[in-house]
């Protein structure tokens, strides 16, 4: 576990530990504001009961409120109906994946707590402070969301700014960082007009900490700021395509 950020009764911390065998490695965030608290992108069976352990041992587990769910991969959302069935929370899931996350086999009556985010995001209120969750379509997913914390200044980025084979948790060289992100994002990021959106979307907002879902973290505003500028200049997915698609001889 790492604090990210700790004022008062104020608490973000990252988990990174808990993937194995050929799972991505994945992080889980947890952000605590007096008694209410959210987990982020709590991932598969696999990790649930030991990160389900971790979080009881930090929070009143019956104090949890909301679960984000920030798009529809299994990493993310693949052990929802366990969450839901062993907690009171609400979660947070993008309206169009609302369908298709049911195939991992959420309950009906559970299914009544899960609310749908809309394509233009959200304003909520956790323990009296504002969290935005912020559009972040095609990023890689065609109905993502990130969120923003305002007053710990964290930017939980999702699959932006992954580096899920870096050997370090905390990003202090961005140069030699970039090695461990360049062949993920031109992959699995779709459009590099989305990824420009995004870049004068986050530009507006006061970044200390930018928290990606997989690898090492950017723990300066000014290592935020580097990631931000390299990704406006990325060509990445179908523009980056060329002439990959041919009939197999």
């Known amino acids: ?127 009296g402070e504002p969290l935005k969750i912020l559009p972040a379509h095609y990023l890689h997913s065609s109905g993502n969301f990130q969120i923003y914390d305002p007053v710990a200044k964290i930017l939980y980025s999702g699959d932006m700014g992954a580096s899920p084979s870096a050997p370090y948790g905390i990003v202090e060289d961005f140069d030699a960082h970039v090695q461990y992100m360049e062949g993920f994002h031109k992959r699995y990021m779709p459009s590099s007009k989305a990824v420009k959106m995004w870049v004068n979307m986050v530009r507006t907002l006061d970044i200390d900490i930018l928290a990606p879902q997989h690898g090492a973290i950017f723990n300066s505003g000014e290592l935020a700021k580097s990631f931000i500028d390299w990704a406006e200049s990325l060509t990445v997915g179908a523009d980056a395509l060329g002439d990959a698609y041919a009939v197999p001889k």
Request: proline share 3%; glycine share 6%; aromatic share 10%.
């Open 1 to 127: 576990m790492i604090t990210l950020f700790e004022s008062g009764d104020h608490r973000n911390l990252m988990f990174n530990d808990f993937s194995s065998g050929g799972m991505i490695q994945a992080n889980q965030h947890l952000i605590i504001r007096k008694d209410e608290s959210m987990i982020l992108d709590p991932g598969g069976h696999k990790i649930h009961t030991r990160l389900f352990a971790e979080l009881s041992s930090i929070i009143n587990i019956n104090k949890l409120k909301y679960i984000f769910f920030s798009h529809q991969d299994p990493d993310i959302v693949a052990a929802a109906n366990a969450w839901l069935m062993m907690t009171d929370a609400h979660a947070f899931l993008p309206s169009i994946w609302t369908r298709f996350v049911a195939h991992f086999g959420v309950d009906e009556l559970s299914a009544k707590r899960v609310q749908n985010i809309p394509d233009e995001g959200l304003s909520i209120v956790m323990g």
